[in-house]
């Protein structure tokens, strides 16, 4: 008898056509215990919201109940919350009960919700191949990607309405429909992929066939449509930032089931393509990006780039955090976080040429230019040079990648480890902050403590009295350490960080 995990019942209700994923439910597995037969069931409430799906896990049976439950079907009110955390609820919902009632005071049915009950699959050699494959049959995946893409447009302050939210995501499933139409069905929405399968990134080429597909149509288009094209242009800069955001700190298994959920491409993409590609010199400039937007970017990975290090000093070890840091500050209207990530950003060593002494500044870059070789340029008001990276072994090379934007990290010139360790003892803040964390991920019952992603906004408000009147001390400890960065090839960024 097997008690089916997340991923596994997500991929069960997606082979049966139901547009789940793990943003969009709550899973909830049977109490083991015989004199009460229960299911427990943690969402939060924003869910509320938007459509939200209730996995039941019944592994008694060896099947699952799902439900569907609306947007705004409910009101903060007619659920009850737990009393030690009101942003999420705590449904406990007894097997025996006809209405599936929450014994917390809410007297909800949930049984008209009821969609499907679905058997167990049948377990065999070939069940995790015919998993992978039903992912295709669903088809609002990438609509619910999209969707989440104009929140996190809001939530970053990207966009200042609903309605340029709105914009943003209409620009990506017009290029989306555009671009599938020479290269396949589904093409685009497989781009999760190529931050998520590095491989994939490789083989499929994606990010440049986009890129000269656009550059291309903003070329010829003249008129209202030659503004609808750069407004796609636009659009897709951001989406790319939102997929490194999204996708950048998750797990091997995370990963693995991220790429369940991607549709598969058309088989036998078109053959009429927007531009004889080997044509291309290799000169050409695929994408470019300006200062602005370079700063964009940066930011993003550096509010991604928390670290945990489970052999660090006391019991619980050390969560080094980005994600929450930043909320505290910003829902503060405190600026100092954002004005530091700048100042530090703006002072970072960018390799010009071949010797030690080859360095610039950021703040002094116009653009960087990505080319169909590979290579990038660095644009200055007084020339434009190559852009070189240090490997892990010290020695400076021209950087070649490709994989374009995503081949190339920002690295502590001091490893944030060895700074860390140091130091440690004149950080007290960010060790309680750490423990505070991780000790509340443990009563919130979230296990997975690198993915911060998943958990800050809860955290945050669970821990807000607490950590609020931490501000300053976090900001004072934050500037002891080095700061110190460099532009540097992920690959070699990776393999020093392994060293």
């Not at 909830?28 to 896990?57: F, G, M």
């Not at 999420?88 to 809410?106: A, K, P, Q």
């Not at 997929?243 to 491409?265: A, H, R, T, V």
Request: charged share 25%.
């Amino acid at each position: 008898m097997k008690n089916l995990k997340k991923s596994e019942a997500i991929n069960l209700c997606i082979m049966n056509g139901i547009p789940v994923n793990k943003n969009n439910c709550t899973y909830a597995s049977r109490n083991s215990t015989p004199k009460a037969p229960v299911y427990w069931a943690n969402p939060e409430i924003v869910c509320l919201k938007q459509d939200w799906w209730l996995i039941l896990n019944d592994w008694n049976l060896q099947e699952i109940n799902v439900f569907c439950i609306p947007a705004n079907t409910f009101t903060d009110t007619q659920l009850s919350t737990r009393s030690d955390d009101p942003s999420r609820l705590h449904l406990h919902i007894l097997c025996d009960d006809v209405n599936f009632t929450n014994n917390r005071g809410s007297k909800e049915s949930f049984s008209r919700y009821l969609i499907k009950t679905l058997p167990y699959p049948n377990t065999g050699k070939n069940n995790k191949k015919a998993v992978k494959k039903s992912a295709s049959t669903s088809k609002n995946n990438f609509d619910l990607l999209i969707d989440e893409f104009g929140v996190w447009l809001l939530e970053e302050k990207i966009v200042g309405s609903k309605g340029s939210a709105s914009s943003y995501k209409s620009y990506i499933k017009a290029l989306a429909r555009e671009i599938n139409k020479v290269f396949g069905k589904n093409w685009f929405q497989n781009f999760p992929l190529f931050y998520i399968d590095d491989n994939f990134a490789k083989e499929s080429n994606l990010y440049n066939l986009t890129s000269i597909f656009l550059n291309e149509q903003k070329k010829k288009a003249k008129g209202t449509d030659k503004k609808d094209w750069n407004n796609r242009q636009s659009g897709f800069n951001q989406f790319i930032d939102f997929l490194e955001s999204k996708y950048g700190e998750l797990d091997e298994d995370e990963l693995i089931e991220e790429q369940n959920l991607i549709p598969e491409p058309q088989s036998e993409p078109s053959k009429t393509m927007p531009v004889a590609v080997a044509e291309i010199p290799d000169s050409t400039v695929i994408s470019e990006l300006n200062h602005k937007e370079l700063m964009s970017k940066f930011k993003f990975r550096m509010n991604t780039q928390n670290r945990w290090y489970p052999n660090f000093g006391g019991q619980n070890g050390l969560l080094y955090l980005t994600r929450l840091p930043k909320k505290l500050f910003s829902a503060a209207k405190d600026k100092r976080w954002n004005s530091l990530l700048e100042d530090d950003l703006n002072e970072m060593r960018i390799i010009v040429g071949p010797n030690e002494n080859d360095v610039r500044l950021f703040k002094d870059v116009q653009k960087m230019q990505y080319l169909k070789d590979g290579t990038f340029l660095v644009v200055f008001n007084d020339g434009i040079f190559p852009l070189y990276t240090r490997t892990s072994k010290n020695k400076i090379i021209l950087e070649k990648t490709s994989i374009a934007w995503k081949g190339i990290s920002i690295d502590h010139m001091i490893p944030l480890e060895n700074d860390l360790r140091a130091k440690i003892n004149s950080l007290p803040t960010l060790i309680k902050i750490s423990d505070l964390v991780i000790n509340s991920l443990d009563e919130l019952g979230m296990v997975n403590l690198r993915s911060e992603e998943k958990w800050y906004n809860t955290v945050y408000d669970y821990l807000s009295n607490v950590l609020n009147p931490l501000r300053d001390s976090l900001y004072n400890e934050l500037l002891k350490l080095d700061r110190r960065y460099e532009l540097m090839d992920r690959n070699e960024n990776s393999r020093r960080g392994n060293r």
